[in-house]
């Protein structure tokens, strides 16, 4: 059973265009990190959003925390192809042995 | 740099052949794991410490067995290959549950 599911899984757009991935599950985490992972490379933490209904922007990018704290978004504004990757979301369970349990992924290309 | 580091980043096995995937961090995390990631999939954890001495098992442990004698070291043992294996395995470490921090991968297959 996935805990969190992530949608799309696949998204291929030109650049310039804007998108948004979601970040869903049945389950309350205290925090909610979003990674990007590039080939080859392990996943780097992109940001940490701990409080439901918490908004987080880094340059383009957009993150949002659900108000009970179930789910999550990601938007980017103007997409470039420097953001091609694969995006992961992890909740995490403080009262599960501090462990992180993370999506399948979105795989973004951005088309120049 | 301070971060984890793992070691082999390549490493070509045969079936039934035995090898440890080494992972070690300098930034004092208590909490440390391991997960494989197969082609085009997100992470499944496949063990976890949450300090030197204690280990627990995740999603996926059939197949490996890991230690934990100091903070810096978590070491993830393979006896008996077996093509299913065959994946990227990333250490990763967190000190207050704050966000991870990975390692390269070690990028494995068995033939």
């Known amino acids: 059973t996935q805990l969190l599911e992530q949608s799309p899984q696949f998204l291929s757009i030109q650049e310039g265009e804007n998108l948004t991935v979601y970040c869903n599950s049945s389950s309350v985490f205290s925090s909610l990190q979003w990674y990007r992972q590039e080939p080859g490379e392990g996943p780097v933490l992109l940001v940490t959003v701990v409080t439901g209904g918490e908004v987080k922007k880094l340059k383009r990018l957009t993150f949002q925390f659900g108000d009970a704290r179930k789910d999550s978004s990601l938007h980017i504004t103007a997409a470039q192809p420097g953001d091609t990757g694969l995006y992961l979301c992890a909740g995490f369970d403080l009262y599960n042995f501090n462990k992180f349990y993370f999506g399948s992924g979105t795989k973004l290309n951005v088309k120049p | 740099n301070a971060g984890v580091t793992q070691t082999p980043k390549f490493r070509i096995l045969k079936i039934g052949q035995s090898m440890t995937l080494q992972c070690a961090q300098d930034m004092n995390h208590n909490y440390m794991y391991w997960y494989r990631q197969d082609p085009g999939m997100g992470l499944k954890l496949i063990y976890y410490?949450?300090?030197?001495?204690?280990?627990d098992k995740g999603e996926v442990p059939n197949g490996y067995n890991v230690s934990r004698s100091t903070t810096e070291d978590f070491p993830l043992r393979l006896e008996l290959a077996a093509p299913s294996q065959t994946s990227v395995y990333f250490c990763?470490?967190?000190?207050?549950?704050?966000?991870?921090?990975f390692g390269s991968g070690t990028r494995l297959t068995v033939v």
């Open positions: 990763a470490s967190t000190g207050q549950g704050y966000g991870y921090t």
């Open positions: 410490s949450v300090g030197a001495g204690i280990t």
